[in-house]
């Protein structure tokens, strides 16, 4: 009796969890037809992926999907680029500066992101920079940057000392020592930011709906909510298409990480 | 993470740290890359944000600023429609905070027992959080949606959720509980882990019920972790934009007009951007008042 009531709730957890994505799946696979029917229904009757396909041809929505892609790419290459000598030396050399990076993580947090975004706006368009690409990829790099920070510090941690020491007793360089000894060891944790970045930036709706007000530059996110307007339902099954499309990055992403999430990682970032 | 701490504490005194990471001017050169951007970039706008509150600048782009000391603060405690936002802000942060962690506690108490499909519910746990807050906003218009939408379906009503004026709130807060749980659970099902085994067994010598040990043995030691997440999860869900955004754009008539999109209406429909930064800052001391006077009760009990 007790255990049936564990399942019944772990059941209404596993709908109420479950059922938008159903849904939208659902709404993906439909006929345009039958998005029309009075009686919407779970499961398609005549299941289709010319949905998948419409969306592969909507213009809008590949263009907006190559250009997430540049800026994702380049924010994540950019940031890590700039987070990884920092880092390095923010876990080599604990001190003050160590304790007000972190702080900064933490800081940056309880800020609503619009006290930023009007002052960023402002820069942007001195620079020339709004309605650009560039000006995005600038915003987004800035905006990942202290959580970027925070992971390679991490993992720069976690490569014992004791390695690098004993290279440079058998004589390498500072430079050699990095190159062959603490560069493979930290491999993992930088394509892990990498990942982190790119996800970031590729979900990134706000700075985008700010800096990019022309829609010959906007961003999936943006040509997304764009995408449906007021008209009818006939354009829904596209919608739902491109939104899955649009999620897997960060499913895959999710999928490679979430061991780590549902054990220690979380435990200790929240202890610590 | 205070595991690496103590290790690095343990670490015997003395110990020369070794050749290249001693010269201080190679730090700064190191450090400079990352500080540069982050300070002109992201301190930089912060201040300049918290300073342009006390002006009355434009969006135009030839409008001269001035300082006008707390004008803006004035017209702001003068704003019904700042009130009226700020407190569908304060009814969403509370609720989804409080729902969240409610939902959030229960999965994790059941992901922590021996269940059959625990390993389904565990990735599905996970899956709100993989998604972008866009598509998430989308997929529940597909599920509100008066015509198309599954709910409607469902329940044989015809209803049209997102634009209701008593209904659109409590909607949208149901999306908020669906995209913040998995964090929640995680971050609680880890403390769960952390319980010792022997409080347990200890209690349960003793004859404790199940309802008894969870309120003697598991609450109090998951407080800390309580506390961390439902502070967190507070401020983000008072600075939610995204979402609410994609949902309803505030509607309607502004009842799901949280505190942020009044702001980036405020600032990039109106043009007002001093006003729509001093809304910003009125908020974060909302926050940080709010967040203070909890973890102070929290540390005073805790005591």
């Known amino acids: ?29 439909k006929t345009p037809r039958e998005m029309a029917a009075l009686h919407p229904a779970l499961i398609p009757r005549h299941p289709t992926l010319a949905n998948f396909a419409d969306a592969f041809t909507e213009q809008d929505l590949v263009g907006g999907g190559l250009r997430s892609l540049v800026v994702a790419v380049a924010a994540a290459v950019v940031t890590v680029a700039l987070a990884l000598p920092a880092a390095y030396a923010l876990a080599r050399r604990p001190g003050v500066l160590n304790r007000v990076a972190i702080g900064w993580v933490l800081v940056s947090q309880v800020f609503p992101v619009i006290l930023v975004v009007i002052p960023l706006f402002m820069v942007l368009r001195r620079l020339e920079l709004v309605n650009t690409l560039a000006g995005l990829t600038l915003v987004h790099v800035t905006f990942v940057m202290p959580f970027a920070l925070w992971m390679l510090r991490g993992y720069v941690r976690a490569v014992p000392r004791e390695v690098e020491e004993a290279a440079a007793v058998d004589g390498a360089g500072r430079l050699r020592s990095l190159a062959s000894v603490v560069a493979p060891l930290l491999a993992p944790g930088v394509v892990a930011t990498l990942l982190f970045s790119f996800i970031s930036s590729w979900n990134e709706f706000l700075f985008a709906l700010v800096v990019l007000k022309d829609p010959e530059v906007a961003t999936l996110p943006l040509t997304l909510v764009r995408f449906t307007g007021p008209e009818g339902v006939a354009r829904l099954g596209p919608l739902a298409a491109a939104s899955l499309l649009a999620t897997v990055p960060s499913l895959l992403f999710f999928a490679v990480i979430q061991r780590r999430l549902r054990s220690g990682l979380m435990a200790g970032a929240v202890k610590g | 993470m205070s595991a690496t701490r103590s290790l690095a504490a343990a670490r015997p005194a003395g110990r020369r740290p070794s050749r290249g990471f001693s010269g201080g001017g190679g730090t700064l050169a190191l450090l400079l890359p990352a500080l540069v951007p982050v300070l002109v970039l992201s301190v930089g706008p912060l201040v300049y944000g ?51 962690f409610l939902a959030s506690l229960g999965l994790a108490l059941l992901l922590d027992q021996n269940l059959r499909f625990r390993g389904l519910a565990r990735v599905l746990a996970l899956v709100p959080w993989a998604m972008p807050p866009v598509v998430t906003g989308l997929m529940w218009r597909l599920v509100y949606h008066p015509d198309a939408g599954l709910l409607n379906a469902l329940l044989g009503t015809d209803v049209d959720w997102l634009n209701d004026f008593s209904l659109a709130l409590p909607a949208v807060i149901v999306v908020g509980v669906w995209t913040g749980m998995p964090q929640t659970t995680v971050v609680l099902l880890a403390g769960l882990q952390g319980v010792p085994k ?22 109090p030691q998951l407080r800390p972790v309580i506390v961390a997440i439902t502070s967190l999860d507070f401020v983000w869900n008072i600075n939610q934009f995204s979402l609410v955004y994609v949902l309803t754009q505030g509607g309607p008539g502004g009842r799901t007009r949280l505190p942020m999109l009044f702001a980036y209406e405020e600032a990039f429909r109106y043009g007002f951007f001093g006003y729509a930064a001093t809304l910003g800052v009125a908020v974060t001391l909302v926050v940080l008042a709010v967040l203070g006077l909890y973890l102070w009760r929290q540390a005073r009990e805790a005591a």
């Open chain 1, 1 to 29: 009796m007790r255990t049936g009531l564990k399942y019944l709730a772990l059941a209404g957890y596993v709908v109420f969890l479950a059922f938008p994505l159903v849904w939208l799946l659902s709404t993906a696979l």
């Open chain 2, 50 to 100: 918290i300073l342009l509150a006390f002006t009355d600048a434009r969006s135009g782009r030839n409008s001269v600023t001035s300082f006008t000391g707390l004008a803006n603060v004035a017209d702001l405690l003068g704003d019904s429609d700042f009130w009226g936002s700020f407190r569908v802000g304060l009814v969403w942060g509370v609720s989804v905070t409080v729902l969240q």
């Open chain 2, 198 to 219: 022997e409080l347990h067994e200890a209690v349960s010598v003793d004859g404790a019920g199940t309802w008894r040990r969870f309120w003697n043995v598991t609450l």
